[in-house]
């Protein structure tokens, strides 16, 4: 198995690594494609393998939530994995060859989120379109990213929200959002009007919008971090698993990456199973499986509400609103 180089790092930087004997423990614990066969238990493990081989082991309606971050319609090497750039519809070519099989593997009120940037945003609209009932494209930004001299810089992606069916699981209340108020404002008799205010100023909750400003894409002095190129930020799985599913439910992820969706579903008392091809990657998800173990809080989130913006300050105060 390679395995992913331990970089020197500065003595704050908290990014994972796994190192040759990690890798070693960490490998014993994945579960093969050539181990599959339908009907086995694959709740609560991290499967290996290249998901169009994995894809016809698995039960129908076996799961509640899917969450699917693809590889985007970029020219990339992921690791020594290449994809390669086309145009529109040979990506809502590609998306066909295993999209409408999640429409499979959901219950009859599950939902599916699909990330991607404006460049595949109408092959995703389109495909996904054709298996199920798309509710709404949630933005949000991207702050990391070099600019651009001749083009608008790309600060944002989109996440794609549909469901199999007009039932289906929402919770709004479980994912407020707890926001700063600028222009405070009081009734006629001094009273505070849809907020309150704390030792750390005044709050109100809101209702999650389809624009989210409120991520911290992972660096280097969060212990979430990874050397995974692409890794999406607890907090935004957060978002989409309590909303979208109940404690005890499954939730998967078929291309899974560095482990967020298995790792955020486990803190919030969900099942997991996710997919990825790179071994290296897998293990260090299961690593991450079990650090949440001692620790399972999630950065911009805490006292059952979300906080504008990742800060030290959000995470070490427990403020009761």
């Known amino acids: ?175 407020m959002l707890k926001r700063k108020v600028i222009a405070p404002y009081r009734n006629e008799s001094g009273e505070a009007k849809d907020w309150k205010e704390t030792e750390s100023g005044k709050f109100r909750l809101t209702h999650p919008s389809n624009l989210w400003t409120d991520i911290s894409v992972p660096f280097w002095s969060m212990p979430e971090n990874t050397d995974h190129p692409t890794q999406k930020p607890e907090k935004l799985l957060a978002k989409i698993i309590l909303a979208s599913s109940v404690p005890g439910d499954v939730v998967f992820d078929p291309f899974l990456g560095s482990g967020t969706t298995s790792v955020v579903a486990k803190k919030l008392a969900r099942k997991y199973c996710g997919v990825e091809i790179q071994e290296e990657y897998c293990c260090l998800a299961e690593k991450r499986l079990e650090l949440a173990e001692a620790a399972p809080s999630i950065q911009g989130y805490s006292d059952g509400v979300f906080w504008e913006r990742n800060t030290l300050n959000e995470q070490v105060k427990k403020i009761a609103f």
């Open 1 to 175: 198995m390679k395995v992913l180089p331990i970089k020197n790092r500065a003595a704050r930087n908290r990014t994972l690594s796994l190192d040759k004997a990690e890798s070693e423990r960490m490998k014993s614990r994945l579960v093969y494609v050539d181990r599959l066969s339908q009907g086995n238990e694959i709740s609560n493990t991290t499967i290996c393998g290249d998901l169009f081989q994995v894809m016809p082991h698995l039960l129908s309606h076996f799961c509640d939530l899917i969450f699917a971050d693809p590889p985007y319609n970029l020219s990339k090497e992921f690791h020594g994995v290449k994809f390669s750039k086309t145009d529109t519809q040979g990506y809502a070519d590609w998306l066909r060859l295993w999209l409408p099989e999640m429409k499979r593997l959901l219950k009859p009120n599950g939902s599916i989120y699909v990330c991607g940037d404006w460049n595949s945003a109408a092959a995703i609209q389109t495909v996904l379109e054709e298996s199920f009932k798309v509710r709404n494209r949630i933005t949000w930004e991207r702050e990391k990213g070099r600019g651009a001299k001749s083009n608008w810089k790309n600060s944002s992606e989109d996440i794609w929200f549909a469901t199999v069916s007009d039932e289906y699981t929402f919770h709004v209340e479980q994912v």
